[in-house]
DNA sequence: CTGTTAGCGCCTTCAA
DNA sequence: TTGAAGGCGCTAACAG
């Protein structure tokens, strides 16, 4: 009675919100061998499989993953990924590189933005551990990774990107900031510059620290100076760059070269350099669309974010698949030169 | 007894695999007063919120969603966003717009990349339904949108963007591609030229069919001819672009003035006319990052992304909220001309 | 204001 | 190979 209720007798309509039971009705079995069948189980008869799948074709049936995943216990499938800025080529790249990693294995991306915003960063963690999700990727807006590391406790593993843990064990995928800028600027140095400004980020964030120490020790391996006057590591976006380089440039000494630490900051250098016609050399961190069409030669020090992004959820897929209690691992990601 | 065990006695351990059950036995409580508490139900006396509320800070209890869901039918605020190319700028651009949107109502993103194939795209849109989340973002990988609306018949709202609905009644956000291309064209005609060159997007994709309708309207209502020799709309990638206009160059009796379907056919073109150091105009649709930076003037038709991705799930939103049936609207996003 | 009962859709366990 | 019973964590509906 109450089953040819629910299947609406002979009105067979597709409709995601029909159950195992109206599937099983239909087929005239019992709701266990269509879960049994659609579980891919092999202790179903051929006869009835066949019966299940017609029903299940003839309904629009979908099995429901949240009653799955309560029943289970486990996840099915979610990776969250937590990035700083979407719109920021390099950071959807990564969220590509994420994407077609957990797509390669069945998984499906829970993706939130923090806009540099920490609290944000904790809300989004806090929600996806409440989807009970099978672990996420963050990039973090700050160096206060307390709330990763309880969530991981917790049970939700987290991955960061693009910088190391910070007074705990997490695993993570970073980039070769110190070996890219140190070869930036050995190049420049090798050409025979001795007067190199570096135009930095701020360095309470890893990747600036580690940008700046490989200039700074590249230029004392060559026994150059790196006078305060000629490192700026406070450039917001591209117009500060270019004031900054501005100045620097209409000094009584200006330097004969500069190491942009980021593409931002290299396209700023690069329009006050072309402003004023000089012929400053120069090179810089971060790859960037139509950097071949400028109309002066430069080098560029670049990796590949999808990598990045693809190496985390990798790391990530290990640790949520583990069995025994691993130790944090870190991958690096090799930064090469490219010249334009 | 049992409740004793579950709370493991007085081992007290942060763990979000803990329930309302534990929470309650906690504080002394029923679990419906945990319940009651957690959703804001003014039917709790604020002694008793007090106690629930520590209980859940001391245990580290996290609310677990799927069940939630499960339970009271609805979704728990996922809203789904499928893009066919997560690394290009302008979908990663509508993504933000979209998590925006979704950020400002307390929900999440889930997203999905289809690499403009179709068949992932039925899968996603299989994938997210059986996860039954709020309705889905689409930036279509076709002209075929059969899945789409029986999807939606099927209860999950789809909204499309950047294309109009084929065959369906969908909610869709547009770009007024056919007002940019045509008002591109209209500011050469403007200039006095008369041969102008058009080097266009597949026109089985709306989008390329609307800009070539833009542009070849503009040119007769001008007087003016479109040769198919002036046209092409088979172009690939940047490259292909280049070559195309060199070869448009090389002619005889060569364009003065080119339209670019797209960012990357207009830096094709661009590319091939400084190669040969021709003074041909240059006009393009789509703004792109350094666009000033280029050594010649240049106009483009530009448009917002995180607008089309925001104004997509707002719709997405009123749809999965509406109390009666409402008729398919769609938004059109306005294009401007930026010179440079 | 608080608690009890029942069941969302599925899957684990056990019995046939 | 199949089915029945029961419960995952939560909350609607109904008592008190």
Do not use: C
């Amino acid at each position: 009675m109450e089953i040819s209720d629910r299947t609406g007798a002979s009105i067979v309509q597709a409709n995601s919100s029909s159950t195992m039971r109206d599937v099983a009705a239909y087929a005239g079995l019992s709701p266990m061998t269509v879960s049994r069948t659609l579980r891919g189980d092999p202790a179903v008869s051929a006869e009835n499989r066949q019966k299940v799948l017609e029903a299940v074709s003839v309904l629009g049936y979908r099995r429901n993953e949240a009653a799955r995943s309560l029943r289970s216990g486990r996840s099915h499938g979610i990776v969250g990924l937590v990035v700083t800025n979407l719109a920021n080529p390099f950071y959807s790249q990564l969220a590509l590189g994420v994407e077609q990693f957990a797509a390669q294995h069945g998984q499906q991306v829970l993706i939130g933005n923090t806009a540099e915003n920490l609290d944000r960063e904790r809300e989004l963690l806090e929600d996806f551990a409440s989807r009970r999700i099978d672990g996420a990727v963050v990039v973090p807006a700050s160096d206060d990774h307390r709330h990763l590391r309880a969530t991981q406790a917790q049970g939700m593993p987290v991955v960061l990107a693009g910088a190391p843990p910070r007074r705990s064990s997490l695993d993570s995928v970073l980039v070769d900031d110190f070996g890219g800028a140190h070869e930036l600027t050995n190049q420049l140095i090798d050409a025979g510059h001795r007067h190199i400004a570096f135009l930095g980020l701020p360095t309470h964030l890893w990747t600036g620290a580690e940008r700046l120490r490989g200039f700074t020790t590249a230029m004392a391996a060559a026994g150059l100076d790196t006078p305060g006057a000629m490192v700026d590591h406070h450039i917001p976006d591209i117009a500060t760059a270019q004031q900054v380089t501005g100045e620097l440039l209409d000094r009584k000494n200006p330097p004969t070269a500069i190491v942009g630490g980021n593409n931002r900051n290299t396209m700023g250098a690069y329009r006050a350099i072309r402003q004023r016609a000089a012929d400053t050399a120069l090179v810089g961190f971060d790859d960037f669309e139509f950097a071949d069409l400028l109309d002066r030669s430069l080098t560029v020090a670049a990796y590949d974010p999808t990598e990045l992004g693809s190496s985390a959820a990798s790391l990530l897929h290990d640790r949520v698949h583990m069995t025994a209690p691993r130790r944090a691992r870190t991958i690096s990601i090799p930064v090469q030169l490219k010249h334009y």
